[in-house]
């Protein structure tokens, strides 16, 4: 009798696999499953996975490739407004992502014909997890390649063309994020040409005045660059 698969079961099997490319998991019921590891102090690349058991079956579908910038995504959150309802906890910031990517096309057809990896058996989970994270890692790569340049990444949220919006969010977290990171590389003057550029690139109005008072807040009070 074939045993069925359980999701504990294909996890720990990614747990030693990603684990030798230097990856940790962390789980969270609002995150759900993620690896993470470090390039330096200030840059991390993660694999956020989509994964469910469907009446026995694992499924592994193809997952978000991101990269986030820990000084930038830390010095965006700390001026923005409490939610009155929602508060924002420091786990969901330190899980927020600057830039990701979701290596489908984007498109009807796309979804699809997504990529996913269903694993029947126990016996299967040795080879299904190894050609996933082969997938997966063929794809990451040349993306942290590219953008742990953090020029690279500042460029890319300076644009407001369709790409941008698929990489790095819509206009109002691009924003954000764009002014956070020129202000670490360029200073305080370039923040500020870059946020009042921004503010007539933001399509939604109530997107709009949200970055609006996140950037009086952010420049109300006096800065050293050094």
């Avoid at 099997?13 to 993620?34: T, Y």
């Avoid at 202000?183 to 005045?209: D, N, S, T, W």
């Avoid at 996140?214 to 050094?226: H, I, L, S, T, Y």
Wanted: charged content about 30%.
């Amino acid at each position: 009798m074939k045993l069925h698969v359980r999701v504990g079961s294909v996890l720990k099997e990614l747990d030693a696999k990603f684990g030798e490319l230097g990856f940790v998991r962390q789980s969270a019921p609002q995150q759900g499953h993620c690896y993470y590891r470090w390039v330096n102090e200030d840059i991390r690349e993660s694999v956020g996975l989509d994964i469910r058991d469907i009446a026995g079956t694992v499924r592994l579908d193809t997952p978000h490739i991101n990269l986030r910038f820990d000084g930038a995504e830390n010095l965006v959150a700390s001026f923005e407004q409490a939610h009155p309802i929602l508060p924002i906890t420091a786990e969901d910031i330190a899980a927020r992502s600057t830039i990701g990517l979701y290596p489908e096309p984007d498109t009807v057809v796309g979804t699809f014909f997504r990529k996913t990896w269903d694993i029947w058996t126990v016996d299967d989970i040795q080879s299904t997890t190894t050609d996933f994270v082969k997938h997966v890692m063929n794809k990451a790569m040349p993306f942290w390649h590219r953008y742990s340049d953090p020029e690279e990444t500042l460029n890319l949220l300076l644009r407001d063309d369709e790409e941008a919006r698929v990489l790095a969010g819509p206009d109002h977290f691009r924003a954000e994020r764009a002014v956070g990171m020129t202000f670490l590389l360029r200073g305080i003057e370039q923040a500020q040409e870059v946020a009042e550029a921004k503010v007539p690139k933001i399509r939604h109005a109530a997107y709009r005045q949200e970055f609006l008072g996140w950037k009086a807040r952010f420049f109300e009070k006096p800065r050293v660059v050094g």
